[in-house]
């Protein structure tokens, strides 16, 4: 118990610190791209958001798949395609139970599901922003 908790706390640390620089890396990248393309108006602010939906979904990817590496790392899953499903579905709080980690492993699991809940709203959050900054919406507009 005290190596999953160990393991998963530095899983942990590690995400923060790609969701981190990931998310500075799409503000910079959205900045790029709207100086390079010269974007104004309606359309370019739906391009925009699209790119950073697309950014998070790549910021995400990458934590899922370093959860996943993981897990086959320890050997706690047999083989990547599942540790990989197993990530997924733990990351993102769906959690079917098809695949459970051995009794000793199942706090690395949980640290997983809740690293991924709190990433997915910080996401949520900068999307949010995001959307009122740069994006099609503004704040006080209602759909």
């Avoid at 503000?27 to 697309?54: E, P």
Wanted: hydrophobic share 50%; aromatic share 14%.
């Amino acid at each position: 118990m005290t190596g999953s908790l160990a393991g998963g706390t530095v899983v942990i640390a590690l995400t923060v610190l790609i969701h981190t620089f990931g998310l500075i890396l799409i503000t910079h990248g959205m900045a790029k791209l709207v100086t390079t393309f010269r974007m104004h108006g309606q359309r370019s602010r739906v391009a925009a958001m699209i790119s950073v939906v697309l950014g998070l979904f790549g910021v995400l990817t990458l934590e899922i798949w370093l959860w996943a590496a993981c897990y086959r790392l320890f050997g706690l899953i047999p083989d990547f395609a599942t540790a990989l499903y197993f990530s997924t579905v733990t990351f993102s709080t769906i959690g079917y139970g098809d695949v459970v980690p051995a009794p000793g492993w199942r706090m690395f699991a949980a640290l997983e599901g809740i690293n991924g809940f709190l990433l997915i709203g910080w996401s949520t959050a900068y999307l949010i922003s995001a959307g009122t900054r740069i994006g099609p919406f503004r704040t006080g507009e209602h759909f």
